[in-house]
């Protein structure tokens, strides 16, 4: 009994030990059935999913191209430096991690707050640097320490240098990294996939709009990558082709002079090939050094930069409107020849003043020039000659004489965001302003006008411009900076304006006599006292803007009451008979031009066609008067 | 006896060592160890002496067990089970906590996870408790059976270690089931479970409950909690049929795959040696579990049945469960590949389970003759 109860308890048993056996077995089978689902009939897709793990397309940026002046002076080029950089989505706590790296590398108050600037500025997923240029000592320190800090790592970046810091800054511009509206340039030129990796755009200057030439072709590395995103080694490459190089119609020597000649003053030079509109110097001070902007420039030197009185972010030479004062005359002469209003011969008594629907507009000069014709008018820049021609000649035609001459309007250089000034005319009156009985022009208005004063607001790009198409008899080339760009791959070089863009067919005895004119006010004229001594002869004309009728926005009332002292201008072009080179200066608040633009120009000049370099700023002449006046 | 120790030598002392060694079981115990071995190469060769150590010792353990006989295994099943008990309840009270975890007790010299040695405890007191009701248990015995189980089991869920409490009960309720718990009230069981999910869900923990959702949903954080599943299910479903050659991994030496070297290791394996990997490793677990059912059935007693069963048991607990969570289609709670996942703790608990069989095995007539 008890035999067979325990017999029957065992067969019970082995029972459950099937039972057991039999649950082993299909739960062994539902993991075979799911192995075999993943790994035979899903085996495609995870193969592919694997592999995306596995290999990373990591773009090559390529090398920017190089900027260099005419005589292949090197005033932009690349050197590559490591980089301490933060993928902020790969990790925690960037404080902790931060002050972790601040163990093992020098890391500055001003190196984390640019990164925090950057942090709020950057595309999802970026690396952000937060230190650059770090040395051969820190870069192996940290690989020691590297498996500690997911999400960061060393990279060999290329760098935009500025050899010659804040020389030629407004011309050269800078590079700063990609922001949003960058990326909406990119997508419009559909360059979006070029640009995969490249963390830095043209913000201003010729890198602003040379930026898609200067850029390259970007490579590309197919890498085998970790889980943490780290490159194991490369398994393919497509070499990046380096961006093309700018060789400039600027000679950075004379360019350098220029900037020199204003010390510590503040104003734009643009000085322009006549034959060719090519821009041999472009100046605008005081100068910033871009070299700033390409790390990411820290908030208070930002602040600095754009709250200073100075105002150095501004490229004066594009965007600063000035009325022309007496540099105006010798385009009005010309004006006059050439609509038949005036023949050279022809002169005015002047008495000192002009009245004019009983308004009393003075000359300078008391009691006035006495007789006074087209050479006299120049040499001394009487002020009743050209009252009297404005009148003759009546707003609207000097408005389409000067538009010709590109006054009050873009002159199509290339750098982005030039201002258009202002070229008065009816029209232009009925458009700028709201009010009807604004919206009328009056007569007494354009007596002024004849003056360079009342409503003109030039560019000092715009009146060299005008000067250099005088030199070059009527002959109109759109001026520019970069002489030609280098193809990388083929040499291949691409000229930029080789050719006229019209010719205004002026009669050449008409440009002779304001040729004749100007050389007068270098030799016996408003110049003489700054060319006294030169061994070459020399066209110009001095001018003094009244600074309480500035126009243009940059300009806010606040800052010009501090010093309400006139600009000073100057235009001139040289060798007379055959020039070589055009310019036009503005010295801000220097009073007349003859005493702060005049002398400048000597030593530009000086340089360029003598070779002789000053030794020290362009003088104040003090004593220099404009002897018309304005 | 005495003649026993002089020339018969080497052959006898062998022999000797090796007589209380079942072959099959050991043959496939081998080839399992020789696939780890393989695997820990691959997965993290630098770990690879220690855990060769590791199999030594293991293997020291399992060939002591062998030798003890059952009933004095019975003798042993209520001290080790109240030992075990109290180091539960003294984690509870002066544990170490890892990993937001309170599972380690510091004894000074070393540190030992109890809960560890529940696994074998537990089907060890409680085949003691069936034996000593004998022939037909009442149902009174069942419910004191569910007690002793609870207790540590509830212990070692509150620690929280999910993985190992699962274990824990299993290996109890496996005793039981042997020991012929009904029907009927298994099914009752099961639907009361069923009923009682809702509640459950409520008291388990936050990261309990993310890797229940993760298993059905895995993708809604793919960086995150769904990372471990996603990478070992890539790792496995392009290791191909074939696999991509042992150390070719590319998932595995890539480091995609988390845990790679203890409880995601299958991943490892299944991506570099493919679908025919799998089916040897599956055979080798049944082979395994097949010879540790088969001695459950010839064994002698009772006790040695339900030990023996329970024991066999565990092993497909903890291949099933491993490889199922690793594949995606069970929850990721923290059970080790048997014999293969590194890890001395659980390498020596599996020996044990293994010498014990041994020793069931080879007792096996005692008394019946």
């Known amino acids: ?630 | 006896m005495n003649h026993g120790f002089s020339f018969v030598g080497v052959r006898d002392l062998a022999r000797r060592l090796f007589a209380p060694i079942d072959l099959p079981l050991m043959m496939i115990t081998g080839l399992l160890v020789l696939l780890a071995i393989a695997m820990m190469g691959s997965a993290s060769p630098e770990r690879l002496n220690s855990q060769l150590l590791n199999v030594a010792v293991a293997l020291v353990v399992m060939r002591v067990l062998a030798q003890i006989p059952p009933p004095r295994l019975m003798h042993l099943a209520v001290p080790i089970y109240l030992v075990g008990l109290l180091l539960l309840i003294a984690v509870a009270l002066f544990g170490d906590v890892s990993k937001g975890a309170r599972r380690w007790l510091n004894l000074g010299f070393m540190r030992a996870q109890p809960s560890e040695l529940m696994k074998i405890a537990m089907p060890l007191l409680l085949a003691w408790f069936f034996q000593k009701r004998e022939a037909m248990p009442r149902l009174r015995d069942f419910g004191l059976a569910a007690v002793l189980l609870l207790l540590p089991v509830a212990l070692i869920a509150r620690q929280p270690d999910l993985g190992t409490a699962l274990l824990v009960l299993a290996a109890g309720f496996y005793v039981i089931f042997f020991a012929g718990l009904s029907w009927k009230i298994m099914a009752g069981m099961a639907v009361a479970a069923l009923a009682a999910a809702p509640m459950a869900w409520t008291l388990l923990h936050d990261y309990q409950r993310n890797r229940i959702i993760t298993l059905f949903d895995p993708e809604k954080d793919p960086l995150g909690k769904g990372f471990h599943i996603i990478q070992s299910t890539i790792a496995i479903g392009s290791g191909g049929i074939l696999g991509k050659g042992w150390r070719e991994g590319t998932q595995a030496q890539l480091e995609f795959i988390p845990e790679r070297h203890t409880d995601f290791i299958f991943a490892v394996y299944s991506e570099e040696f493919g679908l025919l990997g799998n089916g040897l490793l599956l055979t080798l677990y049944a082979l395994l579990i097949g010879r540790g059912l088969m001695i459950a059935a010839n064994a002698a007693t009772l006790f040695s049945r339900l030990l023996a069963g329970a024991i066999t048991m565990i092993f497909f607990t903890y291949a099933f469960v491993n490889m199922g969570m690793v594949s995606g289609i069970l929850p990721v709670v923290g059970v080790p590949l048997p014999l293969v996942s590194y890890g001395g703790t659980a390498l020596v608990t599996l020996f044990s389970g293994i010498g014990i069989l041994m020793s069931i095995h080879g007792n096996r007539m005692l008394v019946q003759k």
């Open chain 1, 1 to 630: 009994m008890e035999f067979k109860n325990s017999q029957e308890e065992l067969e019970r048993f082995r029972i459950r030990l099937a039972v057991a056996g039999g649950f082993v077995l299909v739960c062994f089978s539902l993991l075979l059935a799911r192995f075999a689902w993943l790994q035979v009939i899903q085996h495609d897709y995870y193969q592919t999913r694997a592999e995306d793990n596995r290999i990373s397309l990591v773009p090559v940026v390529p090398n920017r191209g190089l900027i260099i002046d005419r005589n292949g002076v090197v005033l932009a080029n690349d050197y590559s430096a490591y980089t301490l950089e933060i993928i902020p989505s790969k990790t925690h706590n960037l404080e902790q991690i931060i002050d972790g790296l601040a163990e093992l590398v020098d890391i500055q108050p001003k190196d984390r707050k640019r990164f925090w600037k950057l942090l709020e500025e950057s595309r999802n997923f970026e690396s952000l640097p937060i230190r650059t240029r770090l040395t051969d000592a820190e870069v192996a320190k940290f690989i020691a320490h590297r498996y500690r800090f997911p999400g960061v790592d060393i990279k060999a970046r290329l760098f935009r240098q500025y050899p010659g810091g804040p020389f030629a800054s407004h011309l050269l511009g800078y590079i700063g990294r990609v922001n949003d509206r960058d990326l909406g340039k990119i997508e419009d030129k559909e360059q979006s996939a070029n640009y995969r990796g490249t963390d830095h755009f043209g913000k201003a200057g010729l890198e602003q709009h040379y930026e898609f030439e200067l850029h390259g072709i970007t490579g590309f590395e197919q890498v085998e990558v970790d889980a943490g995103g780290r490159a194991v080694r490369t398994l393919a490459r497509t070499a990046p082709v380096a961006g093309n190089n700018l060789t400039l119609t600027i000679d950075a020597e004379l360019q350098r002079i220029a900037e020199q000649a204003f010390g510590s003053r503040r104003g734009s030079l643009v000085a322009i090939e006549p034959a060719t509109g090519g821009i041999l110097a472009l100046v605008s001070v005081p100068n910033y050094d871009p070299n700033m902007f390409v790390d990411g420039i820290d908030t208070q030197n930002w602040k600095e930069l754009n709250e200073s009185p100075e105002k150095p972010m501004v490229n004066r030479a594009l965007n600063g409107t000035y009325p022309p004062g007496s540099t105006f005359k010798p385009f009005m002469a010309l004006a006059a020849l050439t609509l038949g209003k005036r023949r050279p011969e022809q002169a005015i008594s002047d008495p000192g003043f002009f009245n004019f629907g009983g308004h009393h507009f003075r000359d300078d000069k008391k009691g006035g020039h006495g007789m006074v014709d087209m050479y006299k008018s120049i040499v001394q820049s009487c002020d009743t000659y050209y009252y009297m021609l404005a009148n003759d000649l009546g707003i609207d035609n000097i408005s389409r004489f000067m538009g010709q001459l590109g006054l009050g309007q873009r002159t199509g250089i290339d750098i982005d965001g030039e201002s258009e000034g202002v070229l008065p005319s009816q029209e232009w009156k009925r458009k700028r302003f709201k009010k009807p009985e604004q919206k009328k022009w009056f007569a007494g208005e354009t007596i002024s006008i004849g003056i360079g004063q009342g409503y003109n607001a030039y560019t000092p790009i715009q009146l060299a411009q005008a000067t250099a198409i005088l030199a070059n008899n009527g002959v109109v080339f759109r001026p520019h900076l970069v002489k030609f760009v280098t193809d990388t791959r083929s040499g291949e070089r691409t000229l930029i304006e080789p050719r006229p863009i019209r010719d205004l067919g002026f009669k050449t005895e008409h440009i002779n006599e304001i040729r004749r004119a100007m050389v007068g006010v270098n030799v016996e004229g408003t110049g003489a006292r700054a060319f006294a001594g030169a061994e070459y002869t020399s066209a110009g004309k001095t001018g003094t803007a009244q600074v309480y009728s500035l126009k243009g926005a940059e300009y806010k009332e606040s800052s010009v009451r501090k010093d309400l002292r006139d600009h000073a201008l100057f235009i001139a072009f040289a060798p007379a008979e055959v020039p070589t080179i055009a310019l036009a200066i503005v010295v801000e608040n220097g009073g007349f031009g003859a005493q702060a633009a005049a002398p400048i120009a000597r030593q530009v000049l000086d340089y360029y066609l003598l070779g002789k370099r000053p030794k020290a700023p362009a003088p104040v002449d003090e004593a220099a008067v404009e002897e018309g006046g304005e």
